[in-house]
């Protein structure tokens, strides 16, 4: 019978992940998505890594999947000429236009709106939080004056965030823009939106993925701005799955405030039926160390705990110097904890009859039952993977076989918790067609005689239409 963790591992790819032999080491440890960074990412490395993925798929019959991430309005500060420390009481100019080198007095800012978007009183954080300014005035145009609250070294290209200020610019930027349509002719399985603040930032998003993709690719919303968490449930209702971002997050708002967030946020995504991954710092020690601390294996094992589907690498991958060892930490904890009767899902029922609420209910059910028979699997036909997201949400102690002849959705049920998706594409009748499923679930080691499996199927078989049947059967034999 095959081990296999259900919380998938997100890993980032970087100048530390970019020669094949490393990326089947970190498949082969557990890693389930490789993540594109579009803040640092040149086109052709992406599309080396991307071919790179693809071709180990095929050679190690794996459906790894590939999310690209896209950059968002990234304010900056810019180049400074010397080292300048900063201390509380000091003031200092944020000025727009023309680049310049920065000092003591004078900072220059990338963001052109800036001077019209702040208010006197609103707060300005450097560096993740580091240095704390206070706006005392803005000419509206091109210079805004502000007073040091939290000093320290003031260094280049340092990441600026707002919390306080209505932002004009939108979430998807000019480069954001250009790195979709890029992401887009690659047909990668999901696209992440950075610093999504309302609905609109996704319907703009799906709106570019309709105009030059040939397939729909679903959209994670990254949520890390107040805005976001305040307009939830508009958000939830346009994206396909969420990310706890926890790092501009833990800026943007107190960084006490982040652990209820992030439960509030799983438990929504768990009610949507959609995807959640939890971001950043994870296993960060581990970017130089070979052992994490105790209170990141804890922030892993609660993350799991939570509900997640997935967890997240980023520096730990990219750049770090064991990404392979840091796989097989994180993989290591994820098994330990994922099946402990303590992690409780909310257990309510579909009860709005839209026109998938028979497949919803079935899915449900079956997730039920397969706890209270103790069924080894749940198997499901699927051609669009609704069904796959569907029981994956109501975590089932039961594996979850996904069967499909469309290819292009298999890699993207890669995220989903606990979901191992197949090739098939021998829709006969429904009974030939669920024994088929079962001799492949046998080969593949996820059945042995005695064991109950679910199986879920549309009848009839060949029209692939909306699931409508549940099958209880017990394997007799799995002789193959």
Known sequence: MPKIKKTKIVATLGPATSKKEVIVDMIKAGVDVFRINFSHADYEDVKERVAIIREINAEMETNIAILGDLQGPKLRVGVMAEEVVVAPGDEITFVTGKPFEGNSERVYMNYAAFPKDVNPGERILLDDGKLMFEVISTNKKDKV??????????????????????????????????????????????????????????????????????????????????????????????????????????????????????????????????????????????????????????????????????????????????????????????????????????QEPPHIRTNRYITKSVCYHAAIMANEIKAKAISTLTNSGYTAFQISAWRPSSYILVFTSNRRILTQLNLLWGVKAFYYDKYVSTDETIEDVNVIACKKGFLEQGDMLISLAAMPIKDKGMVNTLRVTEIKTCNI
């Open 145 to 346: 004056r502000a007073k040091v609250i939290q000093g320290g070294p003031l260094k280049s290209k340092k990441g600026v965030n707002l919390p306080n200020t209505n932002i004009s610019l939108p979430a998807l930027t000019e480069k954001d823009v250009e790195d979709a349509i890029f992401a887009i002719s690659l047909d990668v399985d999901w696209i992440a939106l950075s610093f999504v603040r309302h609905s609109q930032d996704i319907i703009d998003l799906q709106n570019i993925i309709k105009e030059h993709g040939k397939h729909k690719i679903p959209i994670i919303a990254k949520i890390e701005k107040p805005e976001a968490v305040e307009n939830i449930d508009k958000i939830v209702s346009y994206c396909d799955g969420l990310m706890v971002a926890r790092g501009d997050l833990g800026v943007e708002v107190p960084a006490h405030e982040v652990p209820l967030i992030q439960k509030k946020l799983v438990l929504r995504a768990k009610k949507a039926r959609i995807p959640v991954i939890i971001a950043t710092q994870m296993m960060e020690t581990m970017i130089t160390s070979l052992t994490p601390t105790r209170a990141e294996v804890n922030d892993v094992a609660n993350s799991v705990m939570d509900g997640a589907d997935a967890v997240m690498l980023s520096g730990e991958t990219s750049v770090g110097n064991y990404p392979v060892e840091v796989i097989e930490k994180m993989a290591s904890i994820l098994s330990s904890v994922e099946n402990s009767e303590l992690i409780i899902v909310p």
